[in-house]
């Protein structure tokens, strides 16, 4: 099975600060995967699918990017709203395996 | 409206079973995967199982392989996790999410409220 690495587990920035989070597969998935922020005790929240689409409704801060088997989430501006824990899941095939999850918080 | 309403679960003592349902409503259920995706608390996000949209193929988790049944009922557009020899380890919410239909298509982007299940003697 398909496995995910994701790093930082967790990072502490800025107000306007840009953030880079990045996701590693254990073998190329081509573009199957897809970012999730979940904010403190709140249901998980679609951001980016298929590596860079944003998802209707997100903030353009956010976006996406790699393919096969590097991919990073960058938030271009950190917010205070962006407090989360953020995952990535890869797609590819019939098992999905989610990252790890990188903690995001405001210094 | 997308709606996905989960039910089943509650306390279990390990060994024991527990049948978890999801009822699903404003979308085509039918033409879309489903996935169980469960949280224990303070932890992170981990994937269940899934299965494709008219059933015939399933997928786990190692750590449920054997133990956990992922079901379907397109006419009643229901989505199921039969649950065998439950462990402590298993005590989370669980989450149905609505899942794959095609290419350049959202998927994940709708969760139910969650089911806690609780195993514990």
């Known amino acids: 099975d398909i496995q995910v690495t994701q790093s930082p587990s967790s990072l502490s920035a800025s107000v306007g600060d840009r953030v880079t989070i990045t996701c590693r597969a254990s073998q190329g998935i081509s573009h199957s995967l897809l970012w999730i922020q979940q904010k403190p005790g709140k249901l998980p929240n679609l951001l980016i699918y298929?590596?860079?689409t944003l998802q209707a409704g997100v903030p353009s801060r956010f976006s996406g990017s790699g393919s096969g088997t590097d991919f990073t989430l960058t938030i271009s501006s950190l917010q205070p709203e962006d407090v989360a824990t953020y995952y990535c899941?890869?797609?590819?095939?019939?098992?999905?395996?989610f990252g790890q999850g990188t903690k995001v918080e405001i210094k | 409206e997308v709606q996905l309403v989960e039910s089943g679960g509650g306390l279990v003592q390990p060994g024991g079973s527990l049948k978890l349902s999801c009822a699903a409503s404003g979308f085509t259920f039918s033409k879309h995967s489903m996935s169980w995706v469960r949280q224990a608390p303070g932890k992170g996000l981990e994937w269940v199982a899934d299965i494709i949209r008219d059933g015939s193929q399933a997928y786990y988790v190692d750590s449920v392989k054997g133990r956990f049944t992922i079901s379907r009922d397109n006419a009643k557009n229901s989505l199921y996790l039969q649950m065998n020899s439950l462990r402590v380890e298993d005590s989370a919410l669980y989450y149905c999410?609505?899942?794959?239909?095609?290419?350049?298509?959202?998927?994940?982007?709708?969760w139910g409220q969650g089911a806690l299940v609780i195993v514990s003697s």
């Open positions: 999410v609505k899942d794959w239909t095609e290419v350049s298509r959202p998927l994940f982007d709708y």
């Open positions: 298929a590596a860079s």
């Open positions: 899941q890869s797609y590819f095939g019939g098992p999905r395996t």
